[in-house]
């Protein structure tokens, strides 16, 4: 069997939110459980110095389409100025690069997550990034100028998040 991932963080939302999350704008409220805001949320949690992890939880984005609203989840976030995001609703989905507050759509990227509660899995180790829902691998692509960092997440009002792990990777 191959040897356990360690985990560097995880929390499952049933006492709340977990100190170690830093809010960086809106408002997280913790409702049977799970991580939800009135409001577009910014958190932030983890180490600068991270590398060669994955990200895994479940969510349940409250809408279709950007237009409507979006969340995102960033990997290797220096601030959140300087990161890798995918942004994500229930019919669109597409990774990013944001370098200097400009957030650049990575091509050929999009794909469409589904409806209701889905697994997550977001990659990311030596340049290489790829989501999974599901289990099934959606997009991926390459950029070595990103080496490590924390992890952002935004969420939209309405949006239900649960069970967030972040593990290293080989």
């Known amino acids: 069997p191959p040897p356990a991932q360690a985990v560097l963080f995880e929390d499952d939302f049933e006492r709340g939110l977990s100190p170690a999350w830093q809010v960086v704008s809106g408002n997280p409220i913790v409702v049977n459980g799970m991580l939800s805001a009135d409001k577009d949320t910014w958190l932030l949690v983890g180490d600068t110095g991270w590398s060669n992890y994955e990200v895994l939880f479940e969510a349940d ?10 969340n995102a989840l960033a990997v290797y976030v220096q601030d959140l100025d300087d990161m890798v995001a995918i942004k994500w609703a229930d019919c669109e989905s597409y990774w990013y690069t944001v370098r200097n507050g400009s957030w650049k759509e990575v091509p050929n990227s999009e794909f469409g997550p589904g409806y209701e509660m889905l697994s997550l899995r977001i990659l990311a180790r030596d340049g290489q990034f790829a989501v999974y829902v599901d289990g099934l691998k959606m997009t991926s692509f390459f950029d070595a100028s990103f080496s490590g960092g924390r992890i952002a997440l935004m969420i939209a009002k309405n949006t ?3 069970n967030f792990v972040v593990r290293e990777t080989e």
Do not use: K, M, Q, T
């Open 61 to 70: 984005a409250a809408d279709c389409w950007f237009s409507w609203s979006e």
């Open 160 to 162: 239900l998040i649960d």
